[in-house]
Each structure stands twice: as structure tokens, then as C-alpha cells.
Nanobody
Framework: QVQLVESGGGLAQPGGSLRLSCAVS????????IGWYRQTPGKERDLVAS???????IYTDSVKGRFTISKDNAKNTVHLQMNSLNSEDTAVYYC?????????WGQGTQVTVSS
């Protein structure tokens, strides 16, 4: 009964910024359970940003210092602020959670970084 919907993707120039949103419908224990992943065709879906059990943001090395994960409890939404974008950030971005013993994914939002 939990649904995730990503939004905010689009085209950005190298060095530009985008802000992604993951809207959560239904009840989960905490927005700390939401993580951001990305996938390029032919490659594995990789974790980009998540929260520790205490709510501390965790990032993969390639985005540290550039991306920021945050949560808005009032709007039941998790954001991913992406700055200093480069071509290697081009991918479909998904949010994810584990609920009632099932992995739940959104539909994904395309991010393209190109001049």
C-alpha cells in the first residue's frame, strides 16, 4: 500500500543543478528508510544516497560534496539536491524503500547532463 513517485528530472548543463523529489504515499515507519538509486542502460542500479539508522546522510563517493539528501516530514517527501552535475550523473534516478518484506520502487525520473 506504499507508493513512491519521483519527479524533478530533466536536462541540465555540466555544472548545473537539479532537485529531485520522492513523494511517499501510505505509511512507512520513517523517511529515513528512503534511499536514492540511479541506473544507466546496461549497468546495475546503484545506491546514490541514503540515511543511516540515526538519520545521518550517506553518499556514494562519486557524489560526495555535490549531492544532498534531505527529508520533509510535513510533506512526506525526500529530496535529492544535485549540484555541480557532470555527464557521469546522467541516469534514471529511483527512490526505494523496503516495506512489508518487499522492495518498493518508484517509476524513475530521467536526468540528462549535456551541453
Amino acid at each position: 500500500q506504499v507508493q513512491l513517485v519521483e519527479s524533478g528530472g530533466g536536462l541540465a548543463q555540466p555544472g548545473g543543478s537539479l532537485r529531485l523529489s520522492c513523494a511517499v504515499s501510505g505509511n512507512i515507519a520513517s523517511l529515513n528508510l528512503i534511499g536514492w538509486y540511479r541506473q544507466t542502460p546496461g549497468k546495475e542500479r546503484d545506491l546514490v544516497a541514503s540515511f543511516s539508522s540515526t538519520g545521518t546522510p550517506i553518499y556514494t563517493d562519486s557524489v560526495k560534496g555535490r549531492f544532498t539528501i534531505s527529508k520533509d516530514n510535513a510533506k512526506n517527501t525526500v529530496h535529492l539536491q544535485m549540484n555541480s552535475l557532470n555527464s557521469e550523473d546522467t541516469a534514471v534516478y529511483y527512490c526505494n524503500t523496503f516495506h512489508n518484506r518487499r522492495w518498493i520502487w518508484g517509476q524513475g525520473t530521467q536526468v540528462t547532463v549535456s551541453s
